[in-house]
């Protein structure tokens, strides 16, 4: 599968996750529509969500993408899976601090 599928599939992967277990709005966003700062799933008021697919991952990259594309007030959040693995949430700890006090 080549890298451009592999992400879109995982978008749609997460997307379908959150639906699952009740957030009706999830999907993967529109980036050919909202431009280079769209989500990669959209539908989860309050978060920035970038969906990262790889073997070979920058963590800081990525959630430094996240975090220059979220609107204001919005927690940014990279969801991370390589294969065989189990997918994991990335944030920084302030922003952990948020979700866990239920901000």
Do not use: C, W
Request: glycine share 10%; aromatic share 8%; charged share 35%.
């Amino acid at each position: 599968m080549n890298s451009n599928l592999k992400g879109k599939t995982f978008e749609r992967e997460i997307a379908r996750y959150l639906r699952e277990h009740g957030y009706t709005e999830a999907r993967r966003g529109q980036q050919y529509k909202g431009g280079a700062d769209s989500p990669d799933v959209i539908g989860i008021k309050g978060y920035h969500i970038e969906a990262k697919r790889t073997e070979r991952f920058d963590l800081y990259g990525a959630l430094e993408q996240s975090k220059r594309d979220a609107a204001d007030g919005e927690i940014p959040i990279v969801i991370h899976r390589k294969n065989g693995k189990q997918s994991v949430v990335i944030l920084t700890l302030d922003d952990f601090m948020e979700v866990i006090h239920g901000r």
